[in-house]
């Protein structure tokens, strides 16, 4: 019996994770500091290491369901041995996703009746420290390359002459292939592209206690730098989410064939968003998608790894930039990292084809972030005190209007949300005099 694939990238190396059942539920809770990947309840996770015309990449899988239901099909650019794969541990993965997320910063305004502190030189800062001979089908056309078994996962690396073989040796062997993936499968064929397919060893998951599937990491080295998608969409349902984020020695990563654009950043926007930065995020990624014809490419985050201004985690340690494949991240000083965070939102129709990615030499640092300045709310009877709250109405009315821009909600409901969210000084109901009810 044919077993069910999940949905599992929705890319990577055309992740053919290929579903069987819905992903994992709902978005709980909520995210006051950072805008993390788990705020997308369809989104890939994908950590891609370039170096050169080396690239190890990391695949994460969102699945959701028994083990014994896993299973994926992975594009690779050659047949690759046991040591050039392996997992490694999902915690050093959410810690980089937590590093990059989009964030929010809180400032506090001081009473405007004492001087002025004089300003610190930069208080958020942090510094960082052997197979078997190939078994062939000559009915099929599909060779296995090699087999293995890494953690808790059976490996098979397969050759194919044409896809129609490929997906009948993959029915057969309990891979159930979606409707239409023969054509996607046979532009890989035609590329010369091998085949990497895993599925969960049950005792040896068993042995390791269960739980979470780890992520799987492949290196190799290839001249072309990409990142294919098509065959994750064959069954995809609607538009698609993906976070990719990459480590290099030069700067930042773009794609080459489709439009790289930023999210907009720095905007003051009203403080009751703190407790609901969750789904706020959500709407401002929507309504940038929007703007951009519906699916895009974002860059939220842009970085030399060496530090942080505001940093929403600390940076990560030599040994977990090693186990991603950092090959230059030696002891002794900080390596010379810089991460770039793309978040896709695609499908079939506006992203007709793969992700091609190019290392470039910019180094300019960015990251998507909001900016909450709490007011002062004790009584200032001074001049400048009188003027500050004067000044309240029109900041109030500004930052509702930009939050209105960024997410598209409707602008009285802002409002309404922050009459509720109940700033109001000692007995000096100076909001309601603002915007009266």
Same mark, same amino acid.
């Given at each position: 019996m044919a077993r069910p694939l999940l949905n599992l990238l929705a890319i990577a190396l055309a992740l053919a994770a290929l579903l069987i059942a819905p992903a994992a539920g709902a978005f709980c809770g909520f995210y006051a500091a950072r805008g993390d990947a788990r705020l997308f309840n369809d989104a890939s996770k994908v950590v891609m290491v370039r170096d050169e015309d080396r690239t190890v990449i990391t695949m994460v899988s969102d699945f959701a369901g028994e083990a014994r239901e896993f299973a994926m099909v992975v594009p690779a650019p050659e047949v690759l041995a046991r040591e050039q794969i392996r997992v490694v541990e999902a915690a050093i993965i959410d810690h980089l996703d937590a590093y990059t997320a989009p964030r929010l910063v809180e400032y506090f305004d001081p009473d405007p009746c004492l001087p002025l502190p004089l300003p610190s030189s930069c208080p958020n800062c942090m510094s960082v420290s052997d197979s078997a001979p190939p078994a062939v089908e000559d009915s099929l056309g599909v060779t296995v390359e090699a087999e293995y078994t890494v953690g808790e996962y059976d490996i098979a690396i397969l050759s194919a002459a044409e896809s129609d073989g490929l997906v009948t040796w993959l029915d057969r062997n309990g891979y159930a292939m979606p409707e239409n993936a023969?054509?996607?499968?046979?532009?890989?064929?035609?590329?010369?592209?091998? +085949?990497?397919?895993?599925?969960? $060893? *049950? =005792?040896?998951?068993? %042995?390791?206690?269960?739980g979470v599937l780890r992520p799987?990491?492949? =290196? +190799?080295?290839?001249?072309?730098?990409? *990142?294919?998608?098509? *065959?994750?969409?064959? $069954?995809?349902?609607g538009l698609q989410d993906l976070i990719l984020l990459t480590l290099t020695r030069t700067g930042r990563v773009e794609t080459e064939n489709y439009a790289v654009s930023r999210m907009p950043t720095g905007q003051e926007i009203p403080v009751y968003v703190r407790d609901r930065f969750g789904e706020t995020y959500k709407a401002i990624f929507a309504e940038a998608v929007r703007r951009e014809g519906g699916a895009a490419v974002m860059l939220e985050y842009a970085w030399d790894m060496a530090w942080c201004d505001p940093c929403a985690a600390d940076p990560l340690s030599q040994h977990e930039l090693q186990e991603l494949g950092v090959s230059w991240a030696g002891a002794g000083a900080a390596p010379d990292v810089f991460v770039t965070r793309l978040h896709a939102r695609y499908d079939a129709a506006r992203f007709p084809e793969d992700l091609r990615l190019r290392v470039t030499s910019e180094r300019e640092n960015f990251q998507g972030r909001y900016v909450l300045r709490h007011p002062f709310t004790a009584a200032a009877s001074c001049p400048a005190g009188r003027n500050y709250q004067a000044g309240l109405a029109g900041r109030f009315e500004r930052e509702a209007a930009l939050l209105a821009g960024l997410?598209?909600?409707?602008?009285?409901?802002?409002?309404?949300?922050?009459? %509720? %969210?109940?700033?109001?000084?000692?007995?000096?109901?100076?909001?309601?005099?603002?915007?009266?009810?």
């Amino acid at each position: 019996m044919a077993r069910p694939l999940l949905n599992l990238l929705a890319i990577a190396l055309a992740l053919a994770a290929l579903l069987i059942a819905p992903a994992a539920g709902a978005f709980c809770g909520f995210y006051a500091a950072r805008g993390d990947a788990r705020l997308f309840n369809d989104a890939s996770k994908v950590v891609m290491v370039r170096d050169e015309d080396r690239t190890v990449i990391t695949m994460v899988s969102d699945f959701a369901g028994e083990a014994r239901e896993f299973a994926m099909v992975v594009p690779a650019p050659e047949v690759l041995a046991r040591e050039q794969i392996r997992v490694v541990e999902a915690a050093i993965i959410d810690h980089l996703d937590a590093y990059t997320a989009p964030r929010l910063v809180e400032y506090f305004d001081p009473d405007p009746c004492l001087p002025l502190p004089l300003p610190s030189s930069c208080p958020n800062c942090m510094s960082v420290s052997d197979s078997a001979p190939p078994a062939v089908e000559d009915s099929l056309g599909v060779t296995v390359e090699a087999e293995y078994t890494v953690g808790e996962y059976d490996i098979a690396i397969l050759s194919a002459a044409e896809s129609d073989g490929l997906v009948t040796w993959l029915d057969r062997n309990g891979y159930a292939m979606p409707e239409n993936a023969g054509p996607v499968l046979a532009g890989y064929i035609d590329m010369g592209m091998k +085949f990497f397919v895993a599925r969960v $060893n *049950l =005792a040896e998951h068993a %042995a390791a206690g269960g739980g979470v599937l780890r992520p799987l990491q492949i =290196a +190799f080295e290839s001249d072309d730098f990409m *990142l294919p998608i098509r *065959l994750g969409m064959v $069954n995809a349902r609607g538009l698609q989410d993906l976070i990719l984020l990459t480590l290099t020695r030069t700067g930042r990563v773009e794609t080459e064939n489709y439009a790289v654009s930023r999210m907009p950043t720095g905007q003051e926007i009203p403080v009751y968003v703190r407790d609901r930065f969750g789904e706020t995020y959500k709407a401002i990624f929507a309504e940038a998608v929007r703007r951009e014809g519906g699916a895009a490419v974002m860059l939220e985050y842009a970085w030399d790894m060496a530090w942080c201004d505001p940093c929403a985690a600390d940076p990560l340690s030599q040994h977990e930039l090693q186990e991603l494949g950092v090959s230059w991240a030696g002891a002794g000083a900080a390596p010379d990292v810089f991460v770039t965070r793309l978040h896709a939102r695609y499908d079939a129709a506006r992203f007709p084809e793969d992700l091609r990615l190019r290392v470039t030499s910019e180094r300019e640092n960015f990251q998507g972030r909001y900016v909450l300045r709490h007011p002062f709310t004790a009584a200032a009877s001074c001049p400048a005190g009188r003027n500050y709250q004067a000044g309240l109405a029109g900041r109030f009315e500004r930052e509702a209007a930009l939050l209105a821009g960024l997410t598209g909600w409707k602008l009285d409901a802002i409002r309404n949300e922050m009459r %509720a %969210a109940g700033i109001t000084p000692d007995g000096d109901a100076w909001w309601e005099r603002l915007w009266p009810r």
